[in-house]
């Protein structure tokens, strides 16, 4: 199995939104609506942000949102803060009990 | 306050073996899936490991199946992972991780807390 293909940086300014998309097959991605996402700034741990393709742990700001069309989800952040730049990962379960991360999206807030 | 700390991590030779463990408090540890995931050098997070909260069921990645043994002592509220046959290729940070559930379950995989990791360097 190999990681999910995300886009290696994406970038926007304050106040922006912004989309990190998430491409897998039909083995992981396409067959599951279990898609999560996490946030990680270096030297911290990761956070959990989006999890089951749209749905927000409680405390996590509702600028966030997922979505998922045929073999790719995405991520959306509205109202981009500093605070937002970081590492983002996607994760999914795929077929014959393996998880996958995506390769990992570097967000920077210009 | 959940706490995870790995420590086990260190510089060794290819071929060789490593055991790193993931002390946690803070948690009903016997009650909770617990996982390995590594992020080599300048790379992405991997998942590694996962064992179900009472230890009855482990499931790994392709790339170390054969080579890795997650194993878990409930009254020691203690992770562990073994490695065996190391290669290069293991070069990485390792996190343990605390799953939301049972981990009895791989598709219901979350992570909701982590630990600040362990380095392993795999080097002649």
């Known amino acids: 199995q190999s990681a999910l293909t995300q886009p290696a940086s994406v970038s926007g300014s304050p106040g922006q939104s912004i989309t990190i998309s998430c491409t897998g097959t039909?083995?992981?991605?396409?067959?599951?609506?279990?898609v999560s996402w996490y946030q990680h700034h270096p030297g911290k741990a990761p956070k959990l942000m989006i999890y089951?393709?749209?749905k927000r742990p409680s405390g996590v700001s509702n600028r966030f949102s997922g979505s998922k069309s045929g073999n790719t989800a995405s991520l959306t952040i509205s109202g981009l803060q500093a605070e937002d730049e970081a590492d983002y990962y996607c994760?999914?379960?795929?077929?014959?009990?393996?998880?996958?991360f995506g390769g990992g999206t570097k967000l920077t807030v210009l | 306050q959940v706490q995870l700390v790995e420590s086990g991590g260190g510089v060794v030779q290819p071929g060789r073996s490593l055991r790193l463990s993931c002390a946690a408090s803070g948690l009903t540890f016997s009650s909770y899936g617990m996982h390995w995931v590594r992020q080599a050098p300048g790379k992405g997070l991997e998942w590694v490991a996962l064992?179900?909260?009472?230890?009855?069921?482990?499931f790994y990645a392709d790339s170390v199946r054969g080579r890795f043994t997650i194993s878990r002592d409930n009254s020691k509220n203690t992770l562990y992972l073994q490695m065996n046959s190391l290669r290069a290729e293991d070069t990485a940070v390792y996190y343990c991780a605390k799953d939301r559930g049972f981990g009895v379950v791989v598709a219901a995989t979350l992570f909701d807390y982590w630990g600040q990791g362990t380095l392993v360097t795999v080097s002649s």
């Open positions: 089951e393709g749209n």
């Open positions: 064992i179900s909260y009472d230890g009855s069921k482990k």
């Open positions: 039909s083995s992981d991605v396409g067959s599951y609506n279990l």
């Open positions: 994760f999914s379960y795929a077929d014959t009990s393996t998880l996958l």
